[in-house]
């Protein structure tokens, strides 16, 4: 049993037990994983983590966003337990089963809007994206898509033509879904169009109108925008309110759907349960993954009932929305109702305080941003020029490592805090010190 909540490291990394398991994994496993350092986990407990060989990390990537409630909540743990011992597997594509229902009505109850809702149950964030997409298609009975630069929406080939996040993702796969348009996302740090916030009058939203809805798909052909409220692998960039206000305009005006994917800002992170709840705008179609079971697999696509109209047969899974995944969800949803949202917030708030100086006291941090729990640093070269500086974010995410904090990189040059949202005061300040240090030593032979 894990005895700390801060880091203890008693090896060297990797650790012996660590090395062995990365050689086995070399020889055996994929090579499309992408690992930034070598952390074998074994077990896990809140905010904390430890490796095979004893060391004890404190986790500010929580699984990608996944783990809410922390590493083995025992509330989440005790309800896969019960579930698991009475019904595993049923299909909800053939029969029914109370636990489909019943979260379905405690999600449908939190995401915006005064329409009705209905619910679609999938396996990860790409099939509540692909479900998303193939809905928006059917529903609107038009095949033209609209997504953003910097976007990821997953993996599988319907999702994989919305990503635009890095080409390596592309690449080698052949020809895409057709029909999709990717436009700039409203990156106010990196303007597209070199604008001010202050005064730019949304430009990154009204292209749509004033260009692309006239040079390159009329507006009546397309099926839905998809956008990420916060976007997520691009760099923990937030999508300004105006910016969604006007968005969502623009796609009600064409009868056109807004999916917004909530997949990673989604389930409290953000210190509401929608980041699109901080704009103001009422998805019609919200996508939903990552934290909703604690680190159960389940995607959920959530949809005005009047869009979610396909008949029998259009669109289904074997295995989603599983009993034992659907009880995590449920523990989850009272976990974070109860308490963690609120955690999320205020820890998220202390964060930024605590970092709100550093583009003064750090030279090569660019920008700090996000909302709650979702905080993205950009690395630059020089805060003037804004040159991305890959190879410093990549040492900081590997020095952090060596210190016993675990982080991930976000876009070419971000790196990104998303502990889960049981993270204390204590904890917080543990990562925001490290990464201060980090940076303070780095900019000494910068
Ligand atoms: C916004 C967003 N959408 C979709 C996905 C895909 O989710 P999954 O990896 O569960 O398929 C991700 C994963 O990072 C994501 O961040």
Redesign the pocket.
Known sequence: MIDTKLPKLITKLPGPKAAEVLKLDAQYISPSYTRDYPMVAKTGRGAVVEDVDGNVFLDFAAG?AVVSTGHCHPDVVSAIQKQAAELIHMSGTDFYYTQMTDFAQKLAAVVPGSEQKKVYYGN???EA?EAALKLSRYHTKRDKTIAFYGS????TMGALSLTSSKAVQRKGFGTLLGGVTHIPYPNCYRCPYNLEPKSCAIECATILEREIFKRIVDPEEVSAVFI?PIQ??GGYVPAPKEFMQELQRITRKYGIMLVC?E??SGMGRTGKWWASEHTGTEPDIITI??GVASGMPL?VTVARASVMNWTPGAHASTFGGNPVCIAAAMATFQLLEKQYIENARRVGEHIMNRMADWTKRHKIVGDIRGRGLMIGVEIVRDQKTKEKAKDLRDKIVDAAFTKGLLILGAGENSFRFCPPLVVDQEQADFAVNTIDSILTNLEKSV
């Open positions: 990608i990860s964030g790409a994206v990821f929406h997953g993996r990420e997520g692998e994917d997949v990673q993954a990552k995607g």
